[in-house]
């Protein structure tokens, strides 16, 4: 341009980037607020149900504080087999590194499913190759659990500095996933505990961390002997009842078996991280070697049998019903040291 734009001109265009500066801002602070809103309002669009099994209260006052996002997995690009996945954490995206965690099977897992009068034994799951535990790639005390083999992944992160552990629960209706901070607090304030401090044989395992390693550093007696000996194995068989399974049914009809699948093998890997970042020794490894899913539950488990969910004739006809399955002798591969109901 020979010549410079007139003042008018200069005037007429500030004007107009200013309009359309303000436009432009205007409508991203209206899709953040629509997000926000959405985010906000997607508990209240659930059906108590959902809401259960999503935040673990029906009430729409009890839920607690979370947010979405749609969590991106991909192949690492230095190391084989392992992944890296990006996922929005306490206000900024955070980056894990993902490996698979093959050792939560036992070496002859095996799962039983028992519907009506027949039974179908099946040696490996889906999402058997699809289960990892790993670390922030920016804070290793940041650890993660997954599973999942497609973009639907349960699991949960975890900080070793404050113990603070966030679940990630894809949305049934999108895919979406729902992450929160997970608290008992509402629950303890409706249930009483059945435990009396004063029985705990060990009343120092519920000291803080720095009492009770203060305690333990001067005890040399025989349980400090055995502890030393090396790291443990719980083996572990998990069962679902037929309650379970119409639970799953009801939210995701069809995709039940998946969902469910993955639901349990979340939550016990959850379980395994948990045990391995916390202060015990010896270290403790969580290994499942028998899956079972009553669709339909044999005499002894079921509603009359166990007085309609009384706890303890469910929990004595749950216990029955294990043994008598349980191999004998710890040297038998399938046999299992723990049975787990849901």
């Not at 206000?91 to 039983?112: A, C, D, N, T």
């Not at 469910?260 to 202060?279: E, K, P, S, T």
């Not at 499942?288 to 009384?310: C, F, L, N, Q, W």
Request: glycine share 6%.
């Amino acid at each position: 341009v020979d010549q410079p734009p007139s003042e008018a001109s200069s005037r007429s265009f500030t004007a107009s980037f200013r309009t359309k500066s303000r436009m432009g801002l205007l409508q991203t602070l209206l899709l953040i607020g629509a997000a926000s809103q959405s985010c906000v309002s997607l508990h209240r669009s659930m059906s108590p149900k959902e809401r259960q099994h999503i935040f673990g209260d029906e009430e729409v006052e009890k839920v607690p504080e979370y947010w979405l996002d749609k969590p991106r997995k991909t192949a690492h690009p230095e190391e084989e087999g392992h992944f890296l996945y990006n996922i929005s954490y306490r206000g900024r995206e955070e980056v894990f590194r993902l490996q698979p965690h093959s050792r939560l099977f036992g070496e002859e897992f095996h799962m039983v499913t028992r519907d009506a009068n027949s039974s179908a034994m099946e040696f490996s799951l889906a999402d058997q190759e699809c289960t990892y535990q790993g670390e922030s790639v920016d804070d290793p005390s940041i650890k993660i659990a997954l599973v999942g083999c497609g973009e639907r992944m349960h699991g949960m992160i975890l900080s070793t500095l404050d113990a603070s552990p966030f679940l990630i629960q894809p949305h049934s209706r999108g895919d979406e996933h729902v992450i929160h901070k997970r608290s008992i607090d509402h629950v303890l304030q409706k249930h009483s505990c059945l435990f009396n401090p004063k029985d705990d044989p060990y009343p120092e395992d519920r000291l803080p961390i720095s009492r009770r390693s203060a305690l333990l550093d001067g005890m040399h007696d025989d349980r400090m002997a055995v502890i030393k000996e090396g790291d443990l194995t719980i083996e572990l068989a998990v069962f679902a009842d037929d309650a379970m399974w119409r639970h799953f049914v009801e939210l995701y009809g069809g995709h039940a078996d998946a969902e469910m699948h993955r639901f349990i093998l979340a939550a016990v890997n959850n379980i395994d991280i948990l045990y391995g970042q916390r202060v015990i020794n010896p270290s403790v490894n969580i290994k499942i070697v028998r899956y079972e899913v009553i669709k339909t539950p044999p005499s002894s488990m079921t509603k009359s049998a166990h007085k309609y969910g009384d706890v303890d004739s469910l929990l004595d006809a749950f216990c029955d019903y294990q043994a008598v399955l349980n191999p004998k002798g710890d040297e038998d591969p399938k046999h299992w040291d723990h049975a787990l109901l849901f």
